[in-house]
């Protein structure tokens, strides 16, 4: 659609079209459409006024910051996410979409002779106000006032909040041109490109990966948006090369201290029961002190999952993943 089209459109017409988008339908029965333009500009206003903000420790140290909508913006957000999910993704971004993850994002590069791996610095911070409304509501699909409006109800502080259902999906549409760029002009070079969240791998067999890094930096620079220096990774097959968690030397495979760590966890659990292992655990500084037994057992089960999903052959873990989902069910009794 002609972004002329909108030109022309009626202060009328606009919120036909806003409400058309059904951004509220859960109150169908409750508000009329007048109060549910009110509900939607309310909110747009007071936006900071619907977030809590929650402060998550991370495994390598530091806090990582997340802000959760209320009820009814979280709701906004889904509906808007609906709207979203329709749009084309580039296929060299892997995280947040049907068929993504961790697997399809390291798979590609499994063999290779040389990876680089680069972080994008506060990427969701990074991603502005006028970027999200660039690229998640154009001009040739939504009215000006209407585009201002969407955007206000995905972004917090110039940024997109890390804790809102629409910020992927959102993160994906604008970094699509990159995605796209980078992976065709790779592609050429016999490098392998892929991208999980503010995590950029690269790999070859052959070619100049500082080269790579050249022109993904100038690139960057003219999105506006950083390397994070501290995190840049080159490393040889002399070395464990591992993609979002994953080895890739030879095959798709779970570090082997982690699996060790797991088995570890497992024997002790079946040794001593799960109340006298939790407890222990409690007693380490291992876990919370909060933590209960059923959320600690999914905990582990999740675990197992994830060795069995990227490397099933590994020993005794589909047979593990077996008596844990046993024991778990004794908790729904």
């Known amino acids: 659609m002609n972004s002329h089209f909108w030109k022309n459109c009626s202060d009328q017409e606009e919120r036909a079209f806003l409400l058309d988008l059904n951004l509220l339908r859960q109150y169908d029965d409750t508000w009329s459409d007048k109060e549910k333009i009110e509900v939607l500009y309310t909110v747009s206003r007071s936006i900071n006024q619907h977030y809590l903000t929650v402060k998550i420790p991370k495994r390598t140290g530091g806090v990582r910051t997340l802000h959760a909508p209320d009820p009814l913006l979280k709701m906004i957000q889904k509906n808007i996410l609906m709207l979203l999910e329709t749009r084309t993704l580039s296929s060299f971004a892997t995280a947040y979409r049907k068929g993504g993850g ?32 660039a690229a998640a509501f154009p ?17 917090l502080n110039d940024g997109l909040p890390q804790g809102a259902p629409t910020s992927a999906l959102i993160s994906n549409l604008i970094m699509r041109p990159f995605d796209d760029y980078i992976g065709e002009w790779c592609k050429e070079r016999g490098v392998t490109y892929s991208r999980y969240s503010d995590d950029l791998t690269f790999s ?3 070619a100049d990966l500082t080269l790579v890094k050249r022109k993904v930096e100038h690139f960057l620079e003219a999105m506006q948006l950083d ?7 080159y490393t040889d097959q002399s070395m464990q090369q591992r993609v979002t968690g994953i080895v890739v030397n030879q095959h798709p495979q779970v570090p082997r201290r982690y699996r060790n760590k797991l088995r570890q966890e497992i024997y002790y659990l ?18 919370a002190e909060s933590l209960i037994e059923k959320q600690y057992l999914r905990k582990l089960i999740g675990k197992v999952q994830f060795v069995c999903a ?6 005794g873990f589909p047979d593990a993943y077996q008596r844990l989902q046993k024991l778990a069910l004794s908790f729904e009794k």
């Open 102 to 133: 961790i697997l399809p994002n390291a798979s590609p590069h499994v063999g290779k002779k040389q990876l680089l791996q680069l972080d994008l610095l506060d990427f969701f911070d990074s991603l502005s106000f006028p970027k999200v409304m």
């Open 139 to 155: 001009k040739s699909l939504f009215p000006d006032n209407t585009r201002m409006l969407l955007t206000n109800l995905c972004c």
């Open 204 to 206: 070859t067999n052959e």
């Open 227 to 233: 390397l994070n220096p501290h995190k840049t990774k």
């Open 270 to 287: 079946e040794k001593y029961g799960l109340a006298d292992h939790l407890a222990c655990l409690k007693e380490k500084g291992e876990v």
């Open 310 to 315: 990227i490397c099933p052959e590994s020993t």
